[in-house]
């Protein structure tokens, strides 16, 4: 079959799916994305606080971080975006994740160096020196915002991982528009407000998709890139039986304050030893995320289209106290402000880049609230994936392996197989 006799459709038109559809389409494929929002980047890509970041805990993960963050800095070429679009911007301003004990930095350091991360090592004195206003102690465990012990001074100190690369982009769902229209550009169609109702199978592989209106839309491949409705097209496709990690949603929130005096441009904290990420944002703001403290509970749901989207007095009061704990100038207002979202949560926090068990669907799934930076990365290797698979080759038992363009370094698949070992080095949270 020639490349421009070939159909795909790509459930989902967010960051990653956006990307997916846009690799495809300059690959030669007739791509139909569907979508049940009303246009690109309106389900969990509007809520991501769009970090870009390079700890992972797996060698892959991290070159796919790298990869990926160069495409974002070439990213106006990487769409070939006339210059007058207006694009998402990288913010580059660095990266400082505080030393935990569920955070290796030994085993970081050692993928950087296999990678080529330019890092540093800082200890307390110096973390406190570079970061205006930082308290350096060390509060390990997170604990309850209403346990005595919260309060306690420390009795010991941290230190921290500095990247001087890293930060965020400006909007993650103009990031999304922005593939989206790459895509377009290569003859993807998109489809909006559009709901799937069931995956249609022939006797061995998928054949296409039902929309609620009944209509169907039929195609060589199928590509699940639903975030947190995942688990719903897998079921109607009938797979995951063979998975090794378990998927679920589960609701977050991420709120918004004034920034403490001199972090209005400061670097991305990551900081699991109070159980928050904060990062700045335009205009002197600062966002504050959860990083999953075990004393707080997760809020798993059964039905993304049912989960509570405003934020919670309740967790609004958690982390933004816990970032206050780490810059002791920071205000609390009484006012909530923020948002909730979904993440796609695997069981060890990594995502599941892969074919399935049904011949023709493909998986872009588990992304567990961490993938967003990875999203042009992701759109490469699942092009490269399905070529390979709907080409012969056998990815379960000879898992490809993808050459990062931009770096030279190898992507092994087999990290992101429905069917890995459990990623037993994972921190546990949105950290991966």
Request: net charge negative; with cysteine.
């Amino acid at each position: 079959m020639s490349a421009k006799n070939r159909s795909a459709i790509v459930i989902g038109a967010g960051v990653i799916g956006s990307a997916v559809a846009f690799e495809l389409a300059r690959d030669g494929w007739n791509v139909t994305v569907i979508d049940k929002a009303g246009g690109p980047g309106q389900g969990s890509t509007s809520s991501s606080s769009s970090i870009i970041r390079f700890n992972y805990s797996t060698y892959a993960g991290v070159v796919l971080a790298w990869e990926s963050f160069q495409t974002w800095l070439d990213w106006r070429a990487h769409l070939g975006a006339a210059p007058e679009e207006q694009i998402a911007e990288m913010v580059n301003l660095g990266v400082v994740m505080l030393d935990v004990p569920v955070m290796n930095i030994a085993a970081t350091t050692e993928l950087f160096n296999k990678v080529g991360i330019e890092y540093e090592i800082w200890d307390a004195r110096t973390l406190a020196a570079r970061i205006p206003g930082i308290d350096p102690g060390k509060f390990w465990p997170p604990k309850p915002i209403d346990d005595p012990a919260f309060w306690e001074d420390a009795t010991d100190s941290t230190g921290a991982l500095y990247t001087p690369a890293g930060g965020y982009i400006s909007d993650p769902s103009l990031s999304a528009v922005n593939l989206a229209d790459a895509a377009k550009r290569h003859g993807a169609n998109f489809r909006f407000k559009e709901e799937i109702v069931s995956v249609i199978k022939s006797i061995d592989r998928v054949t296409g998709v039902r929309l609620a209106s009944g209509e169907e839309v039929l195609a060589d491949v199928v590509v699940n890139v639903a975030g947190p409705w995942s688990g719903k097209i897998n079921a109607m496709a009938e797979v995951g039986n063979d998975f090794t990690v378990e998927l679920a949603p589960m609701r977050q929130e991420v709120h918004h304050v004034d920034a403490p005096p001199g972090m209005e441009s400061g670097p991305m904290i990551g900081d699991l030893d109070v159980g928050v990420y904060m990062r700045p944002t335009p205009g002197g703001g600062f966002l504050v995320g959860g990083t999953e403290p075990e004393c707080e509970p997760m809020q798993w749901i059964d039905d993304p289209d049912q989960a509570h989207m405003l934020r919670t007095q309740e967790l609004y009061d958690a982390q933004v106290t816990r970032a206050a704990r780490r810059f002791p100038d920071l205000k609390v207002p009484p006012v909530a402000k923020g948002i909730a979202g979904v993440y796609d949560v695997s069981s060890d926090w990594t995502p599941i880049y892969d074919k399935s068990e049904l011949p023709g669907f493909y998986l872009a799934i588990g992304t567990s609230g961490n993938q967003f930076k990875n999203a042009p990365g992701a759109g490469v290797i699942m092009a490269k994936l399905i070529d390979y698979v709907e080409g012969g080759g056998d990815h379960d038992v000879n898992p490809l392996v993808v050459t990062g363009v931009r770096t030279g370094l190898p992507i092994d698949l087999a990290t992101f197989s429905r069917k890995r070992p459990r990623n037993e080095n994972s921190s546990g949270t949105v950290m991966g």
